[in-house]
């Protein structure tokens, strides 16, 4: 038998952005949701929402800083209760809205 080691904890950025994005995008994604979030951007929950969210981003051809927008707001639709799937169809009006 050979054991070998696995981290439970992982950058929710450094995979999943590196093939669709270049690194200065990837690093401003990461930046501008850690500034807006904090230690909780380590979330599973955030994991699963920028998964969930580089396909629409790339299909809206989104800049960076409003992926990380789209991102944070995802997160926090999430803590009310609503999960990925009931909010996305909102993704493509929110990327248009002017932040404030």
Do not use: C
Request: net charge negative.
């Amino acid at each position: 038998m050979v054991w070998m080691p696995i981290s439970i904890f992982a950058d929710p950025f450094s995979d999943l952005l590196k093939e669709d994005f270049e690194a200065g995008q990837t690093l401003l994604i990461r930046n501008s949701v850690f500034q807006k979030l904090g230690g909780k951007s380590k979330d599973p929950k955030v994991i699963e929402i920028t998964k969930n969210t580089i396909p629409w981003a790339i299909m809206e051809g989104l800049a960076p800083d409003t992926i990380a927008d789209l991102i944070v707001n995802q997160y926090y639709v999430s803590l009310s209760g609503l999960r990925f799937t009931e909010a996305e169809d909102a993704i493509p009006i929110l990327s248009k809205l002017e932040t404030f």
